[in-house]
């Protein structure tokens, strides 16, 4: 037996010893495979460093294989197969997560679209039915418009023919002719009748026999009273406020409480605002000079002078001389009917010398109103919506009223006598 034969396994047992600390197989399952490359490497260096008596032994050990080295590889191996088999399994659960996470909220908002598409539908299709119904809403309604404008258009057209017939009959028919003739012998002996009354009194007064003169004695003058002086009324003015707040109150008074039963001269018929209106106008506005718009009948004129006379009758008794102007007979007699109606009068009241006289030329109207004035009275001239023409001998008096007739209702009076 050789003795360096004998001698040899030791230094190998010692050699493996040494070796197998050295190289763990399962210290860090998570190193790489760069681990098992630098094992070969850590291998060689270690026998690089043994002595020069150990190189011989390892060249007769590397023709035998290592049945350890091998296993440990395979193990190192394995475990890092396992670790990426885990991590790609991690991964593959958190994507299908995600995934059907996202098929959820998919599914959801496909839901919710279509909702708001049938929503939409819905209301695209009220809104078409509404406008279809408002247009034939409005359609309907205007047909109806259109149905009773013609209604009204023929019934007007009916009315105008009706009044025009009735209009022809009564100037062509017998009974329309003795009506109209009626209506002006009336007003005319209403006329002649106050006239020959006025007349009448006036002979009474007259002294047909001469009286006897007896001598005169002689008597001591007296001192007359000196007469008051003429008033000129002028109601515009500030310094006759305190006869301003009389008017206002009496017209209140005839538009609030009216009284149908009282004195004579004082209004005795329903006043309205219009009528209040008129009259304040004529006080305040004009001053008691100047024309109103006539009301349409000579009733709601008289109705407004009958205001007017009232009131200066309050103010300044019986100094007021009331006289008309008309250019017919007809006219006059409406008049003296109109004022005995509202004011309360009678026929002894109209004549020369009375409250109420009667004209129908402007120039004895005038004469008239100068020798009142001369006489200290008060005269109020009135002017029938009728006259065309207004004297200026008239307007130098200091009350007078005229009704002008309206330019768009212009009518001819002749027609209605």
């Known amino acids: 037996m050789n003795p360096e034969s004998s001698q040899t396994p030791e230094p190998i047992d010692e050699w493996l010893e040494q070796i197998q600390p050295e190289n763990p197989t399962t210290e860090n399952p998570e190193n790489s495979s760069g681990d098992s490359v630098l094992e070969p490497e850590a291998t060689a260096s270690v026998v690089d460093t043994e002595p020069s008596n150990t190189s011989i032994e390892l060249a007769s050990l590397t023709d035998e294989p290592d049945p350890e080295f091998p296993l440990t590889t395979q193990t190192t191996a394995l475990g890092l197969n396992a ?148 008033i000129t009324p002028q109601f515009a003015q500030q310094q006759f406020q305190d006869t301003a707040k009389q008017v206002r109150r009496l017209i209140d008074q005839y538009r609030n409480k009216p009284d149908y039963y009282g004195p004579a001269w004082q209004l005795r018929r329903t006043f309205e605002p219009v009528h209040a ?65 509202c004011l309360g009068i009678g026929r002894p009241d109209f004549g020369p010398d009375r409250g109420v006289v009667l004209f129908e030329a402007p120039d004895a109207l005038a004469q008239k109103a100068d020798r009142l004035v001369k006489a200290n009275q008060l005269p109020l001239i009135i002017i029938d919506d009728s006259e065309e023409q207004i004297s200026l001998g008239i307007l130098q008096f200091p009350l007078w009223l005229a009704f002008a007739p309206d330019p768009k209702t212009m009518r001819n009076y002749d027609d209605d006598f």
């Not at 017998?174 to 009194?201: C, E, M, N, P």
């Open 83 to 230: 670790e990426s088999e885990s991590t790609n399994n991690s991964l593959h659960a958190d994507a299908a997560q995600r995934l059907a996470q996202l098929q959820e909220t998919e599914a959801a908002l496909k839901a919710e679209i279509a909702s708001l598409q049938v929503t939409y539908n819905t209301l695209q299709t009220q809104l078409s039915e509404t406008q279809t119904s408002l247009g034939r809403i409005v359609q309907e309604s205007l047909a109806q418009l259109e149905q009773r404008k013609q209604a009204l258009q023929i019934s007007v057209e009916q009315l105008e023919r009706r009044q025009e017939r009735i209009r022809n009959e009564m100037r062509t028919t017998f009974a329309g002719a003795s009506q109209d003739l009626a209506i002006r012998v009336q007003g005319f002996k209403d006329y002649l009748t106050g006239s020959l009354q006025d007349l009448a009194t006036a002979a009474e007064q007259l002294q047909l026999v001469p009286e006897v003169r007896e001598r005169e004695k002689p008597t001591v003058k007296e001192a007359k009273p000196a007469e008051p002086e003429a």
């Open 277 to 341: 209106e008129r009259v304040s106008n004529w006080f305040f506005g004009q001053g008691g000079r100047g024309a109103l718009r006539t009301m349409g009948s000579r009733l709601q004129n008289t109705l407004i002078a009958s205001a007017i006379i009232s009131i200066l009758h309050k103010l300044y008794g019986d100094r007021v001389r009331t006289l008309v102007l008309a250019n017919t007979p007809e006219r006059l007699g409406e008049w003296r009917r109109g004022l005995q109606d």
